[in-house]
């Protein structure tokens, strides 16, 4: 069965083909088309997941893609235990978001396009992960990407939503470039890109490898840094993050699945997924290891005061990423993925829940005007509370055991640095979700009558899948992470972190125990401060501290301006230089092929003079004295016959006179 | 007897005579006419040879009797001519009827 992994993503290629191409038949049952597909693809995962646990694994090629000289890329798939949890997480929440997407986009005059695009991003993303070389995971790569702008876009007549899609699309290219290169690097170092010749030849290579190039660093430090620039495109990481607040103008079900769940966590596993050559190079996981805590603590203090449903979620999901990459840095690779399938859980759940609450108040998305729907979305509000518990990571649930995990890697490593940073991160997680909470289920309702007067439960096909995944939330952490770094999921993925050669920081049971229940107070203290804050809905402690803090506060609400310093520095810039290469281009380029044209024109006349006066005038010329001599000799045709008669007469009479004269014969 | 140089001379008179009328008459049946008073002309120095010159054995007689045959058919067609002339052109007068002009 595992050798029939190319289903997977087939499966929903099939999906994009009908939808794509029979959408105006399909109409609105194009999601039956479409879960169908991804519900297929994830039985199937699920059935070649089963067998990887027990021991099954596979690297082929099915087919030879590029072919050229020395160089070769083949379309195969390598199974292992890091691809087939990715695979099954992508399937699955893929699965669960499809269905809810039914309900969600139930009314939307562009449902074929939608769910096209949803099974696209579906195929790239299983390409991407299930790929067995670094080019066809460059292939899935770009496809997510395409599918991330085509998705954040799909709401097209809005300027915002095709601003942020090319935003998102441009800013990601810029990572794709790091991709690029590093594979190019990769290419040449190794002489192929298939995962496993890569990470065989490392022994080989070494020297090459840790040899000084660009700056006094080695070549395998360049290779991964430029790796690592990738990833902060693709997953959102300082610098390159921007785009993805913005991505929120996206439909909902789009932000769960692309920028929360899937996506955004394909940096993360390329980085694990190289991680023999990170694990050469210390200084490219300490880059990965610092950006990845310094992005956890910038993007939670926006978190703390966006006003935005969707966006608190949005600079939430950077934090997490960001502890994600802290978790590669510190070499804690598997604890890395384990987050990413934990948090693909609580945090699909959380953007659906905010779907269903924008849903309920026909589209609203400012949570200053909600307040109490608890009552009126009781499944929503349960499970949005289990999965802001499980972001802010209270005990047993999911994000608990795997954040507390890359802290404790982190602590274990001596980076107490990072780990202050973590940790303060974790208490502001806590303290945002649960303002986020308070404010939209409890509080005062602010709602307003007209939404008020819509107010509904979201349909079964909706709280369905929220109810699946909240199940997922509170069981798979203490199901899978415990005990920690010993648990099933461990055992289960180590291995491929072990045969890498990951150096593993030993840690005591107790310091464990201790650093689990600081991480516990530290989420407790959050959760409190944001309960006596937010709770009532009228204290007036928030505004007093933001009033006392106006500096501050104004700074973290416009997000420290880096959107309009990025406009200043790149985009003004940028449109400054290209206006003056313009220039260049009118002035020099153009004004060259221009006096070429002008100097052709030129000759031509020259030339087309000679032809009138000279060649046709020749012709013309020997026309006329035709012409001329005709007209003389036709004046004799008078029509009169005697005028014949007499010439005839006058001939003979002439011939006859020399004939004569000539002596007439004789 | 009368030498032959008069008949050969009366000849040239009256071919002359109807030389002058076909070029100069502007009516079709004169024309036609004129033609007829040529070849009685030439008849008349075909029978002059024949009978003055000593080796002849009739040839002259014989082309005489051809040339009024010829002559009759000449007329019969030169006539018809005329009628279809008449018929189209509402005119015998040769000067009108120059459709072949330049």
Not at chain 1, 104 to 115: A, K, N, Q
Not at chain 1, 217 to 244: D, E, M, N, R
């Amino acid at each position: 069965m595992v050798e029939m992994v190319w289903l997977v993503p087939v499966l929903p290629l099939v999906g994009v083909v009908i939808n794509g191409l029979f959408g105006h038949k399909t109409g609105h049952g194009a999601h039956k088309v479409a879960i169908a597909a991804t519900g297929l693809s994830a039985a199937v995962a699920l059935v070649i997941f089963v067998q990887v646990v027990v021991g099954a694994s596979l690297d082929r090629d099915i087919y030879t893609w590029v072919a050229a000289g020395e160089f070769a890329a083949p379309i195969g798939f390598l199974v292992d235990p890091l691809s087939s949890v990715m695979m099954l997480v992508v399937t699955v929440v893929g699965f669960l978001i499809h269905v809810y997407s039914a309900g969600y986009m139930h009314d939307d005059p562009g449902y074929p396009r939608f769910f096209t695009y949803m099974n696209l991003f579906m195929v790239s993303m299983l390409v991407l992960v299930l790929a067995n070389n670094y080019l066809l995971m460059f292939l899935g790569w770009e496809g997510v990407g395409l599918c991330s702008y085509l998705l954040i876009g799909y709401w097209y007549e809005k300027k915002s939503a095709s601003d942020a899609g090319k935003k998102a699309f441009v800013v990601n290219r810029i990572g794709d470039a790091g991709v690029l290169l590093a594979m190019f690097l990769i290419w040449r170092t190794f002489g192929s890109l298939k995962f496993t010749e890569v990470f065989d030849g490392i022994g080989g290579a070494k020297a090459v490898l840790m040899r000084p190039s660009v700056l006094g660093l080695t070549l395998v430090t360049v290779i991964c840094l430029l790796l690592f620039v990738g990833a902060t495109g693709k997953s959102a990481q300082l610098p390159l993050y921007v785009w993805l607040p913005d991505a929120m103008e996206g439909p909902t079900p789009v932000s769960a699945l692309i920028h929360a769940a899937t996506m955004v966590t394909a940096g993360v596993y390329m980085v694990a997924r190289s991680a023999p050559l990170f694990n050469l190079a210390p200084t490219a996981l300490l880059v990965v290891a610092v950006v990845g805590a310094v992005t956890a603590f910038f993007a939670a203090t926006i978190a703390c005061v966006q006003t935005d449903i969707k966006r608190v979620v949005a600079y939430s999901t950077i934090s997490q990423l960001g502890y994600m990459f802290l978790g590669c840095g510190v070499g804690a690779y598997a604890s890395a993925i384990f987050h990413l399938g934990t948090h693909a859980f609580f945090k699909a759940l959380l953007f659906l829940g905010c779907g269903s609450v924008i849903h309920a108040l026909s589209g609203e998305q400012d949570m200053r005007r909600m307040g109490q729907l608890k009552e009126k979305l009781p499944r929503t509000s349960r499970t949005f509370l289990w999965a802001s518990l499980a972001n802010a990571g209270i005990i047993p649930l999911a994000g608990f055991w795997s954040k507390d995990e890359i802290l404790a890697a982190t602590f274990a490593g001596h980076h107490y640095l990072l780990w202050a940073l973590g940790s303060a991160g974790a208490l502001m997680t806590a303290f945002y979700m649960f303002r986020l909470y308070y404010t939209v289920f409890e509080g005062k309702n602010n709602v307003d009558h007209h939404a008020a007067h819509h107010l509904h439960e979201s349909p079964p096909v909706m709280t369905v899948p929220l109810l699946i995944l909240g199940g997922c939330t509170l069981v798979v952490g203490w199901l899978f992470g415990f005990p920690p770094d010993h648990g099933l999921y461990h055992r289960f993925v180590g291995s491929v972190f072990e045969e890498a050669g990951t150096a593993e920081h030993a840690i005591s049971l107790v310091l464990t125990v201790v650093l689990a229940v600081v991480a516990t107070l530290i989420a407790l203290a959050g959760i409190g401060l944001a309960k006596a804050w937010y709770k009532t809905g009228d204290n007036p402690a928030p505004a007093r501290f933001a009033e006392q803090f106006r500096g501050l506060y104004t700074t973290v609400l416009n997000k420290y301006w880096v959107d309009e310093f990025y406009i200043a520095i790149f985009v003004t810039f940028g449109k400054k230089v290209c206006r003056a290469l313009w220039g260049v281009d009118a002035g020099v380029v153009d004004g060259a092929v221009n006096g070429a044209g002008w100097l052709t024109v030129a000759i031509s006349r020259v030339s087309a003079l000679f032809d009138f006066r000279f060649v046709d005038g020749l012709v013309n010329r020997i026309a006329d004295v035709i012409q001329g001599g005709s007209q003389s000799l036709r004046k004799i045709q008078t029509g009169v016959i005697q005028n014949y008669l007499l010439a005839m007469s006058v001939a003979v009479l002439l011939v006859t006179v020399i004939y004569m004269a000539m002596g007439g014969g004789r | 007897m009368v030498p032959l140089s008069h008949y050969l001379v009366l000849s040239a008179i009256l071919f002359g005579i109807g030389l002058f009328g076909a070029l100069s008459r502007r009516h079709a049946i004169s024309i036609l006419m004129a033609i007829e008073v040529m070849f009685n002309a030439v008849n008349l120095s075909f029978i002059a040879f024949s009978r003055y010159l000593p080796q002849s054995q009739m040839q002259g007689h014989v082309f005489a009797v051809f040339v009024i045959a010829v002559a009759a058919a000449e007329a019969a067609i030169g006539l018809a001519i005329v009628l279809g002339l008449y018929r189209n052109f509402k005119t015998v007068n040769v000067d009108e009827i120059n459709l072949m002009k330049w």
